[in-house]
């Protein structure tokens, strides 16, 4: 149990997570001047690095295991990159926080430094992402998309020593790692089509904590939560999981309306469909889940 001017926060022990966990707590501690611990948790999607994701399981691979420790009381909140939480928490718990979101691009790192559409035919590209593998093959269906899995320095290496010819990571992840020199191209979320939620993260606490959602609280983005709420509402209408190729990304037009674009395919890349519909900003987060469970819907047929 933690004492009443300290926090103990759940992460993953990533370099990546801690990170990104560590930047979070450091705001935190500035702005409530509460002292954060950390409670380091190994997770399926962890422990599991010889297989793809979408063939380990179901979304919250990444997730379960720290959702336990909160559930246990073993920590007070956790720091998720949302794109991993699945569309229904355990019970008990809540995300009490949505901090202003990273870049949500994906990007391209290749070894001889070229961009997607220079790279030889033939040239492995490595991946942990399905969508990644069925959006990138309908632009070069003459390169050799491969599974990618490891931390961010493993998968870079693997491009260093050859294994692959290239791989394709989220740009949010490498500017956190204070990495952004090794990118070779970023690639366009039109027809790169981001994760749900990529870039945002998502503080987690128990529901019977008001204290601690308060202090949370105080870091919540409402406008990144509204656009992650519009994304994941075409995840929680398709009932997605690792297994299917969904992404979804939503957007602040200029005339200030909502752009979602999202995407589905089967879990051999065929029948890619993609749909892109707009609207006047939502003025909450359920108006927004709405919005994208309507375009989720049109994605099902």
Same mark, same amino acid.
């Given at each position: 149990?933690?004492?009443?001017?300290?926090?103990?926060?759940? @992460?993953?022990?990533?370099?990546?997570?801690? !990170?990104?966990?560590?930047?979070?707590?450091?705001?935190?501690? @500035?702005?409530?001047?509460?002292?954060?611990?950390?409670?380091?948790?190994?997770?399926?999607? +962890?422990?599991?690095? +010889?297989?793809?994701?979408?063939?380990?399981?179901?979304?919250?691979?990444?997730?379960?295991?720290?959702?336990? !420790?909160?559930?246990?009381?073993?920590?007070?909140?956790?720091?998720?990159?949302?794109?991993?939480?699945?569309?229904?928490?355990?019970?008990?718990?809540?995300?009490?926080?949505?901090?202003?979101?990273?870049?949500?691009?994906?990007?391209?790192?290749?070894?001889?430094? &070229?961009? &997607? /559409?220079?790279?030889?035919?033939?040239?492995?590209?490595?991946?942990?992402?399905?969508?990644? !593998?069925?959006?990138?093959?309908?632009?070069?269906? %003459?390169?050799?998309?491969?599974?990618?899995?490891?931390?961010? %320095?493993?998968?870079?290496?693997?491009?260093?020593?050859?294994?692959?010819?290239?791989?394709?990571?989220?740009?949010?992840?490498? +500017?956190?790692?204070?990495?952004?020199?090794?990118? @070779?191209?970023?690639?366009?979320?039109?027809?790169?089509?981001?994760?749900?939620?990529?870039?945002?993260?998502?503080?987690?606490?128990?529901? +019977? %904590?008001?204290?601690?959602?308060?202090?949370?609280?105080?870091?919540?983005?409402?406008?990144?939560?509204?656009?992650?709420?519009?994304?994941?509402?075409?995840?929680?209408?398709?009932?997605?999981?690792?297994?299917?190729?969904?992404?979804?990304?939503?957007?602040?037009?200029?005339?200030?309306?909502?752009?979602?674009?999202?995407?589905?395919?089967?879990?051999?890349? @065929?029948?890619?469909?993609?749909?892109? /519909?707009?609207?006047?900003?939502?003025?909450?987060?359920?108006?927004?889940?709405?919005?994208?469970?309507?375009?989720?819907?049109?994605?099902?047929?």
């Amino acid at each position: 149990m933690t004492g009443s001017g300290s926090l103990v926060m759940a @992460t993953r022990r990533s370099q990546l997570a801690l !990170a990104q966990s560590r930047a979070f707590a450091a705001e935190l501690a @500035t702005r409530s001047g509460v002292k954060i611990t950390e409670l380091h948790v190994v997770t399926t999607g +962890d422990r599991v690095q +010889d297989r793809p994701l979408s063939e380990v399981g179901g979304k919250g691979l990444f997730v379960k295991e720290i959702e336990e !420790a909160l559930i246990e009381h073993r920590a007070d909140f956790a720091v998720h990159s949302i794109k991993d939480v699945p569309a229904q928490l355990a019970p008990g718990l809540r995300i009490a926080c949505i901090p202003r979101r990273a870049d949500p691009r994906d990007v391209l790192v290749s070894s001889a430094g &070229l961009p &997607l /559409r220079e790279l030889p035919a033939g040239s492995k590209v490595g991946t942990s992402s399905l969508r990644r !593998a069925v959006l990138l093959r309908r632009l070069r269906p %003459d390169l050799d998309f491969v599974p990618l899995r490891g931390n961010v %320095d493993t998968r870079l290496r693997k491009v260093r020593e050859g294994q692959v010819q290239a791989a394709v990571l989220a740009k949010a992840g490498l +500017d956190r790692l204070g990495l952004s020199d090794v990118v @070779t191209e970023i690639l366009d979320p039109v027809s790169c089509v981001p994760a749900v939620g990529q870039g945002a993260l998502g503080i987690e606490c128990r529901d +019977d %904590d008001p204290r601690t959602a308060s202090l949370l609280g105080e870091l919540h983005d409402p406008a990144t939560a509204i656009a992650v709420a519009a994304e994941r509402g075409v995840l929680i209408q398709l009932e997605g999981n690792c297994k299917l190729p969904i992404a979804a990304h939503a957007v602040r037009a200029e005339d200030g309306r909502m752009v979602l674009r999202a995407m589905l395919a089967r879990a051999d890349g @065929t029948e890619l469909r993609i749909e892109q /519909r707009e609207r006047a900003w939502p003025g909450d987060e359920r108006e927004a889940e709405e919005f994208g469970r309507g375009v989720g819907g049109l994605l099902r047929g």
